[in-house]
């Protein structure tokens, strides 16, 4: 008899522990803390979604992150002390495959005529790319300036004219675009192409259950409060596309992905591809340059009849060959900016984890940290009296930097990266770093977009 209930209560001890593990391995369904079933209307209704990866936006590729020496991998020739190499892991995330090319940014000024031109048609002109840039002291580029930016011959091209202030309206419209396109896939609005400027979609209107007109009749149910609206915490919804920070960007550039071991960082590249030259040696292409660019002075495409790089000024956006990542011209063609403020000696303050300078926060209403922290700011300085220097603490930085007659450094300095059409092999480098006003352009540089990686850290 003590035999049987011995066994019966050794049962009764696996049935309680299989179900335990049931409800701590494979069940979604049930809580492993309190063992409520979730999405059950008998039991309160809390509503959780099947977990799943972030899907990969359009035109991006995921970038596995990791740590790197992030700095200088040529000898500055300007002398300049603003590189020191210093070691810092970047996150996992996403950038664009290429850079943003003509078309996807006439995709962007349709849009914007069709939902502010008629009324708003300041809208419009504020985002067009400064066309004049081409221009010259004593250069013919008139055709470029007339046709470059909307000829069809011109269309796979990187974008250029395009400000910092430019390039980041455009990657908010673009988010807006993506997440309206997969709620209609997902049945939840319908296609309105009636938008105007009172009524269309972004994603923070929609969040805010303020962008309901086009609301889709399909009985689909997406959201987890039972209905077809969605919150972000449905899974259905990416993050914004954004510029990359400067860490992002020099990071994806090098593509070391495979080329470390044992944990071990055993190389680094002056250059995103495998050699320390500026020539292939793919099969069937060996000898030829391997990015557009400057060889010398006067040539900027080669000799006609065996032509180096092809190109006089930028050339497609998929041209020549691709890093380790799969990315595009991250060496050449256009210079892309990037989101950080430019100081010169970031990296002595720089977090060793996902590096950036430019985030604006206030501690309380008497102190402004981060943009300018511990970096020319007045905090780090002898100033009597830097606490009350609130009004416009961008005027205060450029009297800090004696703006416009020894330096153009300011809070409006924004770095940009990577070698141009117009450039030496020694800015191809992704190490180089260089700034521009904000709101200011050029011929030779463009962007490309990124997104944060939600998640798992592995590329998928």
Known sequence: ???????????????????????????????????????????????????AEQITGPGLVAIEGGTFTMGATVENVYHEWNNVPRQVTVSSFYMDQTEVSNLDYLEYIHWLNRVYGSEYPDMVTRALPDTTVWRNSLSYNEPMVEIYFRHPAYRDYPVVGVSW????????????????????????????TNQTKDNHFTTEAYLAGQYMSAVSGSTTTVGTDGNKAVKMEDGVLLPKYRLPTEAEWEYAALGLIGNTRDERIVERRAYPWNTDGMRTNEKDYNGSFTANFKRGKGDYMG??????????????????????????????????????????????????????????????????????????????????????????????????????????????SRVYKGGSWADGAYYLSPSVRRFMNEDESSSTVGFRCAMNKIGSALAK
């Open 1 to 51: 008899m003590r035999r049987i209930n011995s066994i019966k209560s050794l049962l009764a001890s696996l049935i309680v522990s299989f179900l335990l593990v049931s409800c701590f391995k494979g069940n979604d369904q049930v809580s492993r803390t309190t063992g409520w079933s979730y999405n059950d209307p008998t039991n309160g209704g809390f509503k959780v979604v099947e977990s």
């Open 165 to 192: 202030l430019q390039a980041n309206d455009y990657a908010l419209w673009r988010s807006d675009r993506v997440n309206e396109m997969l709620l209609v896939e997902a049945g939840v609005l319908s296609h309105n």
């Open 303 to 412: 000799v006609a009849g065996n032509l180096n790089d092809g190109a006089a000024f930028p050339a497609p956006v998929a041209s020549y060959w691709p890093n380790d990542y799969g990315l595009y011209n991250m060496a050449g063609n256009v210079s892309e900016w990037v989101l950080d403020v430019y100081r010169p000696l970031s990296y002595e303050d720089f977090n060793d984890h996902n590096p950036y300078r430019g985030n604006i926060y206030s501690q309380d209403s008497t102190m402004v940290y981060g943009l300018n922290y511990n970096d020319g700011d007045y905090k780090s300085t002898i100033q009597t009296d830097w606490t009350n220097q609130t009004e416009n603490p961008e005027t205060y930085t450029e009297q800090m930097y004696d703006y416009g007659v020894t330096t153009l450094i300011s809070d409006k």
